[in-house]
């Protein structure tokens, strides 16, 4: 294989592909790209057995060839190339070499054979749908940040995606838990995602795409099977493994008799909130709300730091509540509103509380109170 390409487009491709392979493997073909370049295009392939990214990128083909390389030493190599540079990559497989030229600079890297590198199966994937990226954006931003880290309960790693309908009208819902708060955000149903079986898309898979979807802004297409999802949008395909389990019935957790009102100014509440919980331990992060008539009262007190109060005014309606939240939660909520207000629902200090963006009714979120 030997290619010439823009020093530019293979660190954009390379960025593209490199953050899924994990630092450690215990497989030493899988801390290497796969390199595949004939008809004037560099193709580029990284996985971790679960998640696949290919990525292709114009380039000057001299001697069509496949090999693999050693993904992130490769990288930060590019990266620390001089801009504008051109970049000439020549493989032998005799040697198990790869050698990388730039103006005075020859790198010399280690290549493992193509054949170990794992095969990509094509899957069946029936439900093809398009989607904006806009939308997709915001469907990740709105949800990902509930998602459970707690890897014993691997069905609440990812974002549970499934058709539904809200008020007669068919919605795609994106719905991630933790067990402490619940974020759900839905959108208009796209054409062709009628049949769409639940499914839930792993945290890895979230975050990788919403990195990629930055630099995009053509329609993504979406097509997934029970057990597979794949995205393709430019000249980049996604594809993943699904979570193999089954999402709780998350209905059940949303309240549907809290009658206390209360709205507030986002913007200074989160500042507030940002402000008293200084105090509070790391552990429990807890702050108290006391409302009491048009004023909030945000106070944390801790053996170790002191305690801080802090008043708001309000526009609350219902009888004094005394009520404990963690304050990184309270804070994480607060980011994903766009309005300028926020409603919160509640019920009383034990129950989930729902809170809602005043200006955007397609997102809604429930947090946990705890006990302070």
Do not use: W
């Not at 801009?83 to 030229?101: I, Y």
């Not at 020859?106 to 199966?121: I, K, N, V, Y």
């Not at 702050?287 to 008539?293: C, H, P, Y």
């Amino acid at each position: 294989m030997k290619l010439t390409i823009e020093r530019s487009a293979l660190l954009k491709s390379l960025a593209h592909v490199q953050s899924v392979v994990e630092r450690r493997n215990t497989i030493p073909i899988l801390s290497n790209v796969l390199m595949e370049a004939k008809d004037g295009k560099l193709s580029l392939t990284a996985t971790d057995m679960d998640l696949t990214i290919v990525d292709q990128v114009d380039a000057t083909v001299l001697d069509a060839g496949v090999t693999t390389a050693p993904a992130h030493t490769f990288y930060d190599i590019v990266r620390k190339l001089p801009d504008g540079s051109e970049v000439e990559l020549t493989a032998n497989s005799e040697t198990a070499q790869m050698t990388l030229k730039a103006g005075r600079s020859t790198f010399t890297l280690q290549t493992l054979p193509r054949e170990d590198f794992p095969a990509a199966g094509v899957a069946d994937l029936p439900q093809v749908f398009g989607v904006q990226v806009t939308e997709l954006k915001n469907l990740i931003d709105r949800t990902r940040f509930a998602i459970s880290t707690e890897e014993t309960r691997y069905y609440l790693n990812g974002i549970y995606l499934h058709a539904t309908e809200a008020d007669g009208v068919p919605v795609l819902r994106a719905v991630a838990t933790d067990g402490h708060r619940l974020a759900r955000f839905e959108m208009p149903l796209p054409q062709g995602a009628e049949e769409l079986p639940g499914v839930i898309v792993p945290r890895k898979t979230v975050n990788e795409l919403r990195k990629l979807i930055d630099e995009t802004n053509d329609p993504i297409e979406v097509s997934l099977s029970e057990t597979k999802i794949m995205f393709r949008f430019d000249s980049t395909v996604l594809s993943s493994k699904l979570i193999d389990g089954t999402f709780p019935d998350y209905q059940r957790v949303i309240p549907s008799g809290n009658d206390k009102s209360l709205v507030l100014d986002c913007k200074s509440f989160s500042a507030a909130v940002d402000r008293v919980s200084t105090i509070s331990t790391e552990k429990s992060r807890a702050v108290k709300i006391t409302l009491e008539g048009s004023s909030l009262t945000l106070s944390a007190t801790s053996a170790e730091n002191g305690s801080a109060v802090e008043v708001i005014e309000v526009n609350y309606e219902g009888e004094s509540l005394d009520i404990g939240f963690n304050s990184r939660y309270l804070l994480d909520i607060a980011q994903q509103i766009e309005g300028d207000s926020a409603e919160f629902l509640m019920a009383d200090a034990a129950s989930p509380t729902i809170v809602r963006d005043s200006a955007d009714a397609s997102a809604l979120y429930v947090l946990m109170p705890m006990r302070v």
